[in-house]
């Protein structure tokens, strides 16, 4: 099991910036693919960006703005987020997935990740 402690929300104005972390504890973060998700009042969970073995994937809506990474010798997944949208305002979610770094699996289901964090509320304000 690994725990995961996100970091980083706030309010921000429309056009401002955010980096979001998430610390993990336990097993090491890196021997798993991760992601980021947010689930806006009143919506489902929607996927953001993930980070596997072939690449870096976003959702349509934040490509060219986010941009995922990790730093494994921290055990530390990020999120920056440039040119904030309201319609960006959420709580962020990182998870990590079921299966191993190598092992390939559909990055947008959520079904996909086992252990997630708290979450950290993002405000975008116009």
């Known amino acids: 099991q690994v725990q995961l402690v996100e970091s980083g929300g706030g309010l921000v104005q429309a056009g401002g910036s955010l980096r979001l972390s998430c610390s993990a504890s336990?097993?090491?973060?890196?021997?798993?693919?991760a992601g980021w998700f947010r689930q806006a009042p009143g919506k489902a969970r929607e996927f953001v960006a993930a980070?596997?073995?072939?690449?870096?994937y976003y959702t349509d809506s934040v490509k060219g703005r986010f941009t995922i990474s990790r730093d494994n010798a921290k055990n530390t997944l990020y999120l920056q987020m440039s040119s904030l949208k309201p319609e960006d305002t959420a709580v962020y979610h990182c998870a990590r997935s079921k299966g191993s770094f190598w092992t390939d699996y559909d990055h947008r289901l959520p079904g996909q990740y086992d252990d997630w964090g708290q979450g950290t509320q993002v405000t975008v304000s116009s």
């Open positions: 980070i596997k073995w072939s690449g870096t």
């Open positions: 336990g097993r090491p973060f890196s021997t798993y693919a």
